[in-house]
């Protein structure tokens, strides 16, 4: 049964855009291109760490009864994360920070909205994320602990404060008046709880498979990171100061779980 340590668990994320989006409210301007570089290497820094500590890690822990072959669930959820994400990548229309041409089909949709589909769309693993660790903590796994649990979600939640930033700020900066740019920053965010509460609600019956399920969120976030957050802070003069970033980020969730896990 879900418990308010769960719920609360699930929403720290969301809170993290909120909080993010309204930056609209306080800050006057857009935010220069080297401080969009900055945040995005911290927040793929964070994703790194959180796949590996608090996914990867997990998942081959709890096959360990398989002896040398404990990796095979851990490469194979991977790569199913990997695919997946290819899939909405490739049906889902959405527009890259900065980028021209959207990508995936056609479509007739706003640029801003596709650039908030674009934030959704890698939000998605975030959540599930979240809800498989969750799922494995309800479950009863002693390779996952409540601080192991509360410390991705608020690794998470730190890493999503930027991007909310980064998605009101600019709807901002076209022509939206503040309140409907910080609406579309946060609602970018209310994919992630759906999307962990479902895995949590799918985890409880497919518990054997929570390696498979772990090291899935942990493919789709890799790919995000490597497909849209390092192009990002890598562009552009300068671009050391993503790299710098992308290290913090790191350094940060690793403190995290293991000083919480």
Request: net charge negative.
């Amino acid at each position: 049964m879900i418990n308010t340590e769960t719920i609360i668990g699930l929403l720290i994320p969301l809170a993290g855009t909120v909080a993010g989006a309204g930056c609209v409210f306080f800050m006057r301007q857009q935010l220069s291109p080297m401080v969009q570089r900055a945040l995005t290497g911290f927040a793929a820094g964070v994703m790194v760490a959180a796949s590996i500590w608090s996914l990867l890690i997990p998942a081959m822990e709890q096959a360990e009864g398989m002896g040398k072959c404990s990796f095979v669930p851990a490469a194979a959820g991977f790569w199913l994360g990997i695919l997946f994400l290819l899939l909405l990548d490739t049906v889902i229309p959405h527009l890259h920070m900065n980028a021209e041409k959207a990508e995936g089909p056609k479509s007739r949709l706003a640029k801003t909205t596709m650039m908030v589909l674009a934030v959704t769309l890698h939000n998605i693993p975030e959540g599930m994320a979240v809800g498989v660790v969750y799922a494995g903590l309800l479950s009863g796994s002693m390779d996952i602990t409540a601080g192991g649990a509360l410390a991705l979600s608020l690794g998470i939640a730190i890493q999503n404060f930027p991007e909310g930033a980064i998605i009101s700020m600019p709807l901002h900066g076209s022509g939206q008046k503040k309140g409907r740019a910080f609406m579309s920053g946060a609602l970018s965010g209310a994919v992630e709880p759906l999307a962990a509460l479902l895995t949590i609600l799918l985890a409880g019956l497919l518990v054997p498979i929570l390696p498979y399920l772990l090291s899935f969120a942990a493919g789709a976030m890799i790919y995000v990171v490597v497909e849209e957050l390092i192009p990002e802070m890598s562009e552009g003069e300068h671009s050391n100061i993503g790299v710098l970033m992308f290290a913090l980020g790191f350094t940060l969730m690793m403190a995290l779980d293991v000083a919480l896990g």
